[in-house]
């Protein structure tokens, strides 16, 4: 029902409540389907897809086209035009992700701690799709198959709603992925595009609790605090990356010298680069000045608390200012870093559980008893000993995929693969027991 | 700051906020001692509260006395009045459960699936307190004891809001809950009373997500569906348990005979007691005439299908009459059950997805592929083979307690142990790897 061409019938306004409950309708039906395929047959749909991403190249660039025109006479800026273009090379990393997800083992239908009871049952847990997720997304095009491929091996459905600046693109991606489930005999229903770019859409989509299992908004801070205080059901959200580095005493300098340049600088605009640098005062004044001349190097500015400053603000060419309250909890995605001296691991994990965005943190310590107490006390999604924040993502985690991070302790915490779209139902084997 | 003696001052109903502030506070930073609380400390803690619950007998008695004669003055029946009863033998039971909950291993800080990955990185799951979370329930008091040492075991904290008719009771074992915790070393805020009855407390409570990491309510369907709207922080909610035995062909009749009598009338008003029988064709004629006599000896009205109508009419003293659509939906908690022959598991499968509550279905049978695919595709917490729905519980499961049975799919399904109040961080171990 969804098919390219259908979206100029449903313009009216009125008709979109029942365009999402068709849409939400179908993908619970297609979602019952799904949870009983054999792994073979969503492999063999993941293989396909990867195969007509490979063989559709010229028409999915015409549609991408459009979207680029459209964008170009909008006015579009040059990163954002960059992050809608489908480039070869982009539908060829697509691609190689289908495959790889087609390559790893199946999770669902696993049994886990099957265990026998006093009464001699046998009670253990199966790993079963969630059933159908939403998924709200901006312009990038390439999340509509990351999406689609991750629902496919999941056997979830999902029903996608990404940016309207990429709608020809995610229409022409989304006929591909139907093609695909169609031809492994998986009902095409399984992912399904909002055909239409109307706002109304997504407050419709969020709040059918009877269709859709879970929402996962990909996408701005305003977007995802939208939707999470509107939707009727749960949301897997992320919201802010205010990771830290904590450069312990006694610790090996030039490893935190490298690690605290690593995790600013590496990109400054992932969620997982650090934006807050703590630093014992045991070693402040033999490490500072090392991380200071990297940081001034590459036009880093540092906001630093006046301990920090006085060590800091010598360094020729360095941006150096005072830190104000607000800086301890910015995430600046930019070359600015919050740079504070702190006593000792103590007064670094109060002040990450007070200011970080409970995402990444980091400790680098020779210090075993510090280690274990940073990552048992720190309460973050992810906990770091001598490593650079970048690592936390899914595929660094080994998880094969990764669907979003979330920020939240509720269900899935930290980067989300194919378990976060899972759930665990309780099985029972008997032999006829009875309760007494 | 919640002493049983401190209601009086904030009658007014403006203090309310801010109390409710203080709570939730209060309960947060002792949340941050509880999650590094040593095993050896939250065992003390509960070994001493179970002396406390056995010694201090008479006063606990003398302060549910209170409840029991304002709760007579205001006409409460003799079942009400039952539930908020103190008994001696209900004190032991809560003292035991403490006692085993000491004895049962810590799940904290325990780290699973630490695999190193291709950057040399190892990467692992720890399990953590969720942090905080709101309990609210009805008269039973002894759920304020089941709560706290749960609290206590999980290293979390809670805020626990019982029945206004319970309140004498709850205060005086929340003062005993509060003198084991700081007899321990724990702090007393880690297990705090909503010291009033006002029942704004109530929309407060679930709309503080700065302190209040999830909210568990346990009661009627009413309460839970009132909570779940208006809580501005996830819910580990239990609706109702609509429950069928579905009676498979082949399969042991006298064992199908045994367990469908026990799951509806080993007792009646159990959510995990079974409101629905489906039976296939093949063995109806054989099966139902048999599980009718004893359904009509124990005075169970059978509410079928024009098919089993057929085969259970003539049964003498059977109490049978048409289904209605309704009756298929229907939790009755009472001797009612509604039954239909099918013609396969198919058929089964069918129904139970279409108007169970997903709470516990089982199949009995003989036949493995059937089971199979029952417990597959029945989309359930809790799927049985040979086993009667009655076990669906927390100790029967072997969780060693339970706080609650969830409905839901996201974060915890079925019984609710001490898993339940938890979630995982990732924990990262380096040598000072970099992203490149």
Redesign the interface.
Known sequence: MNAPDSSNALAARSELPDLMQTLGSQAKTAS?LM??APSAIKNKALAGLAALLRSQIAPLQAANTLDLQRATAAGLAGPMLDRLKLEAKTLETVALGCEQLAAMPDVI?EIIGM?Q?P?G?R?GQ?R?P??VFGMIYESRPNVTIEAASLAIKSGNACILRGGSEAIESNRALTALVQQALTQAGLPADAVQLVPTTDREAVGLLITMPQYV??IIPRGGKGLIERISRDAKV?VIKHLDGNCHVYVDDPC?IA?AV??A???KT?KYSPCNASEGLLVARGVAAEFLPKIGAIYAAKGVEMRCDPEAQAMLAKLPGAKVRSATEQDWYEEYLAPVISIKVVADVDEAIGHI?KYSSHHTD?I?TRDHMHAQ?F???V??????????T???DGF???LGAEIGISTD???A???VGIEGLT??????????????
Chains 1, 2 share one sequence.
């Open positions: 019952a949870a009983r239908g265990k009871q009464s049952i009670v199966m079963v969630i059933g299992d879970v749960p090996d490893m490298s690690v340049d690593n995790a590496q559980n980091a680098l107490r990552l048992r006390e309460d973050s999604a992810s906990v770091m000993v001598n490593a650079s970048r690592f936390a660094e985690f080994g302790k509720f269900h915490r930290g980067p759930s665990l139902k309780y099985v029972v084997l008997g032999q006829g027991q009875v309760r007494s």
